[in-house]
């Protein structure tokens, strides 16, 4: 497979392909460290967003820690990178060896998602004779206005600890030796793009905050998770989201007390907008009422329209063409297998190229090899400019 700098006009590339704009990454990383160090606030990249080699060394040599929910991902931070030290261990299910793989590598942080976790950090920390920083996941009952399947810190939620069940969480903090709670850790869901939803979270987070100092456990980081959402429907008018409407959010509306550190998660908007997923035109095909274009790229490359019927925005450099409306669906033996319904689209035409926008987050790292699909190619550029209707 293909892994190199574009050098070559794009429609010579190979397909099915990811193409990375390193330029747009850098200008991303460069803005959120403009807006966060000034504040002493700390972003941890989320590698479960984009898990790509290049990516994360870039990410990481931009100075951000990294954000872990698997042993895997604690190596591959710790390969492109990423200081133990800024690495934090989310998750609902680590399995021992993941705890130990963290605990060896005396990691900043887990983030505990229930008490039966944190008694097996506890042994696991014991026999290792380590001292595990934790900070709690708390849910604080924030709905996030988005799909329901990225939505997190709602009750009856597999993620994090109910608020009622905070009393038994604080015995377990005072009981277990070899734990030392360090921070409170909220994430309410991905996807967000209403604003008023981290206000909310922000209020909620000083009331929990409240409680823990009312029990004589005062916290040094405040972890509230990542979750700002990008325009999916016009990429090309914010290829950066507004991180300053963001942090000024929590600098307005959350207490920190003096000491304390304030903690990101951020994924998706790091690297979404910076990928693109290129496909050629295989087929087109008549349909009683549909008009189907058939493309090399399926639900392996890109899951996110079949799963969560997300919209991404399809364009092509052919423009010359009389405008149709087209189905434009992948290979896979799926009927869930689309990109996009009754997209308009110039006329296509066997080989011609189609470009999946937002790409860069949630995109290769799902992708799967079903149907025995191994064709996947990945090209970077620094000047993306020099194809204009890319």
């Not at 990178?81 to 680590?94: L, S, T």
């Not at 026999?127 to 595990?132: G, I, L, Q, S």
């Not at 009312?214 to 990542?226: F, Q, S, T």
């Not at 992948?330 to 470009?355: A, H, Q, T």
Request: include cysteine; hydrophobic fraction near 35%; aromatic fraction near 10%.
């Amino acid at each position: 497979m293909s892994n190199e700098w574009i050098n070559t006009p794009v429609s010579h590339l190979e397909t099915p392909c990811y193409l990375y704009d390193m330029d747009l990454l850098r200008k991303t990383l460069s803005g959120i460290s403009s807006l966060a160090n000034p504040l002493n606030y700390k972003v941890h990249y989320a590698l479960k967003a984009n898990s790509n080699d290049r990516l994360l060394q870039t990410i990481s040599q931009a100075g951000f820690g990294a954000d872990c929910v698997s042993g895997n991902e604690i190596q591959k931070a710790l390969q492109t990178g990423f200081p133990p030290e800024e690495i934090v261990f989310a998750g609902v299910g680590k399995a021992d060896w993941e705890i130990d793989l963290a605990l060896d590598h005396d990691i900043a942080m887990f983030n505990c998602e229930s008490i039966p976790e944190m008694e097996v950090i506890q042994e696991r920390a014991v026999k290792k004779n380590k001292m595990a920083r934790i900070a709690v996941r708390i849910n604080p009952e924030i709905d996030a206005k988005t799909h329901h399947y990225i939505t997190t810190g709602i009750e009856e939620n597999k993620f994090g600890i109910n608020r009622e069940d905070l009393p038994q969480v604080l015995k377990a903090c005072h009981s277990l030796s070899h734990i030392q709670l360090r921070g409170l850790h909220v994430h309410i869901g991905s996807q967000i793009t209403d604003l008023d939803v981290f206000k909310s979270l922000c209020l909620r987070m000083n009331e929990i905050q409240d409680y823990f100092r009312r029990e004589h456990l005062p916290v040094e980081h405040i972890n509230v998770g990542g979750g700002l959402g990008l325009n999916y429907e016009q990429p090309e008018k914010e290829p950066v989201p507004d991180f300053n409407a963001y942090f000024n959010i929590f600098k307005e509306f959350l207490d920190l007390h003096p000491g304390q550190q304030l903690h990101f998660e951020l994924g998706r908007s790091v690297t979404g907008q910076c990928g693109k997923l290129i496909t050629k035109v295989l087929y087109v095909k008549e349909g009683v009422n549909t008009r189907f274009a058939i493309v090399d790229a399926g639900m392996t490359e890109l899951i996110r329209p079949a799963l969560y019927q997300a919209y991404h925005k399809i364009t092509t450099p052919t423009s010359q063409r009389e405008p149709l409306k087209y189905d434009v669906v992948g290979p896979i033996c799926e009927s869930s297998d689309y990109f996009g319904k009754s997209i308009e689209l110039p006329e296509l035409r066997r080989g011609d190229m189609l470009v999946i926008h937002t790409a860069g987050a949630y995109g290769e790292v799902m992708r799967s090899n079903y149907n025995l699909r191994d064709h996947l190619y990945f090209y970077y550029s620094d000047d993306l400019n020099r194809f204009p209707k890319i």
